[in-house]
Structure formats: C-alpha cells, structure tokens
C-alpha cells in the first residue's frame, strides 16, 4: 500500500469505474457477471462501482437476463437522460453545434454561417450557439459535462491555444480560456481533423485494431492519426498536417507560409480559387453561368458540378486536385501502411467520380507492394461528424462519473 498514493488509488478508481461504463454503454444491456469477465474485475468490485452508478443515476437496471442455473441476472443499462455533452466544428464557412446524450445519441443538431473569423466575435458566436442548443434540448444545465470545440489549426494540447490557424488567420489566441470566461462548464479545444476522426471512427469502427488515418478534404485539407489506445499527437502535438506536404515545387502560395502544399493546390478553397483565375483569364467555362458572372462566388461545388457536366476547365482542376491528394495519400500508405484512410469533408460529397480519381492517383504513387491491405473508405458520419467527435472528446477526457 505504501507503493500508491492516494492519488494513484483515486485514479485507479476512476478508471476501473469508466471501463465499467463503457462496458455498460457499448452492449446496451449487460449483466455483472459478465462486466466483470470483460473488464478483468472481481464481481464484488464491479457490484460495488455499479451500486454507485446506480445511486447517481448513471446507470440503471432495465431487467432481468437468461438464467445459467441460479437467479436470473440484473441487466444493466446507461441512463440516457443523465448526462449531456456539445461539440461544436468550428468551420471557415459554418459552424455546426450537437449536443449528444449520456447513451451518446444526438438529440440536437444545428448548423449556421461563420459571422466573423475574428476571434471575440467567434467566440461570441460559440457561446450563443451553445446557450441556444441546450436552451433548445431542454434540459437542465447542470447535466451538461462540457464543451468539446473542433478547430482547424495547430492546438496546444491541454490548454487548448490556438498556436496557428491558417484558414483564420489566427495567431496564438488562447480559444479555451476564453471561452470558460462565457460558459458555465468544462471547455475542451482541440483540433478539428481529430475531432473529425473520432466521429467518424466512433460511428463505424469504436475500437480500432490497428493505425487509421483520417483525413479531412474541405475548405482546407487536414488528417489525424489513430492508434488503438488512441490519438497520436506527436512530440510536439502537431501530427496529421497532410495537407501541408509540398507536392509542387514553386507552387501555389499556402496559407501556412510555405509553396506548392496539398492544400495550396487541392482544398476546396484551392479549387475554387483556380476556377476564379482561369476564368479572369478569359478561359471558357460553365462555371461563370453558375456563379451568374460574379466570379467571387465560385465555391468547389460549382466547379464539382460543372466537371461532371463535361465542362473542360472544371475537369482539368478536379483531376489535378485528385491527384496530389493521392499523391499526399501514396506517401502517408508507404509511410504508415494504416489499416484504413477515411476520406471525409465536403470534398467527398461531390460524389464517386472524384473518389475514384484519387484512389487512381494513389495507386499510381504508392509503392509497389506497400499497403496492400490498406482500405480507402468514405465517412458515413455526413457534415456533422466534426462537431460528433468534439462532443465525444469531452465525453472521453471529462471524468463526469465520479460527481455527486
């Protein structure tokens, strides 16, 4: 016993009382007996965690299992009403908000445009989203665990300071704590790309096996990076920049600083972008019928749409966007041989025809032999997975069992 401090013992607490409640979450309905069997517990310590849950109102027993010869079980179930968690994707042209219940089911979503990128009217933005979402779920306040915000950029891990965020222009803004000053619960920031990843991995493949690489075409182009105990960050919490691999030698300007990165070429804003120049240039192209002559309202969906119309220009940057970001993909597959690449974002709305361009391009690049077993998969999660996986973050980082 001298060996552990209290501190140790409470954390040893709370974890067996978490895998007891992730247990209970991920069957539905789950007796002690096997609790214990699959959380590696003596039954005397699984009754005394789940007697607890069930004084809090956590968890509850919904009835009775088959009998093996004795009494029939109590079958246990979480409480779906107890706890609630937002998550909130920060996005360049919108910011979306769900709040997801304590069986991590979404019970409201809402979607509205970025007023403003600039920080206190974002932030402002944030808050009044968040109030009305919960206003709107009707429930009480203080069943609220937190908020997990998803933010495209560099993240400080565990202070959530917004490093670097290209797409805002934002420098060093400390996103987290400022944020805490309006909302009267736990505040969690994080990267988008990550957050993305989790709500995707969580609606399709919750316990991963193996690397899996997720990665976010949109407005801009980002991935993250899941190992089966989670997250990989990196050394310096900045893993998962793919959309900053140079692939043009003297390109396009990029955001981040540097010439010719994926996203300076590829991302949704790039695409649009080229759309703009060419046409200035006086190149034809349906797409001016689309943006009815005003050229700054060219947006990749209009380019999308004219390539698959046959119109040439539209075609020539969708293929040319299609192939470095198979390129970026070929190195990450040579690189980390993943169990599987989800493509998500907005990108992958255009449909088949530009996934099948890119997987094209990634066999082209990767190495003969290398990732042979790698899937390439579209996310199912839809526009709102970012905000999912923020709402899963907090539910994930936050211990809300050991409250009163």
């Given at each position: ?352 025809f530009f996934i099948d361009m890119i997987k094209k391009a990634v066999s082209k690049y990767q190495m003969r032999y290398a990732g042979g077993n790698v899937k390439i998969v579209v996310g199912k999660s839809g526009l709102y997975a970012t905000a999912i996986g923020g709402a899963w973050i907090v539910a994930n980082n936050i211990d809300f069992l050991s409250s009163n």
């Amino acid at each position: 016993m001298d060996k552990f401090t209290k501190l140790d013992l409470n954390s040893i607490t709370s974890n067996n009382r978490m895998n007891i409640f992730n247990c209970i979450l991920e069957a539905k309905e789950i007796n002690r007996a096997v609790i214990a069997k699959k959380v590696g517990l003596s039954i005397p310590a699984v009754m005394s965690i789940t007697d607890d849950l069930i004084q809090k109102g956590i968890i509850y027993v919904i009835g009775k299992g088959k009998s093996s010869g004795g009494k029939r079980p109590e079958l246990l179930a979480v409480v779906p009403d107890r706890f609630f968690f937002v998550g909130v994707d920060v996005g360049r042209t919108s910011v979306r908000v769900v709040v997801m219940n304590n069986c991590r089911d979404v019970v409201y979503k809402v979607s509205k445009p970025t007023e403003s990128v600039e920080p206190d009217e974002l932030i402002n933005q944030i808050t009044e989203m968040t109030m009305e979402s919960i206003n709107e779920s009707k429930f009480p306040l203080d069943r609220v665990v937190g908020i997990g915000v998803a933010m495209p950029g560099l993240i400080e891990r565990g202070t959530g300071r917004v490093i670097f965020s290209p797409n805002f222009g934002w420098n060093n803004i400390a996103l987290q704590d400022e944020l805490k000053k309006h909302l009267p619960f736990n505040v969690l920031v994080e990267n988008a790309n990550r957050a993305l990843v989790i709500g995707e991995i969580k609606n399709t493949q919750p316990n991963p096996t193996s690397c899996i690489v997720g990665v976010n075409l949109g407005y801009g182009i980002g991935s993250a990076i899941v190992l089966p105990n989670g997250l990989y960050y990196g050394v310096s919490g900045t893993s998962g920049e793919i959309g900053h691999i140079i692939v043009e030698n003297h390109g396009s300007y990029c955001s981040c600083g540097n010439y010719g990165c994926i996203e300076s070429i590829a991302s949704g804003e790039a695409i649009a972008r080229e759309a703009r120049i060419a046409i200035a240039n006086k190149i034809q192209s349906s797409v001016l019928e689309k943006c009815e002559g005003d050229l700054k309202k060219i947006d990749a969906k209009m380019v999308f749409d004219a390539a698959k119309e046959g119109d040439h220009l539209a075609q020539s940057i969708v293929e040319k966007a299609a192939d470095y970001i198979g390129k970026g993909l070929a190195i990450t597959i040579n690189m980390l041989d993943p169990e599987q690449i989800i493509l998500c974002g907005g990108l992958t709305l255009s449909g088949d025809f530009f996934i099948d361009m890119i997987k094209k391009a990634v066999s082209k690049y990767q190495m003969r032999y290398a990732g042979g077993n790698v899937k390439i998969v579209v996310g199912k999660s839809g526009l709102y997975a970012t905000a999912i996986g923020g709402a899963w973050i907090v539910a994930n980082n936050i211990d809300f069992l050991s409250s009163n």
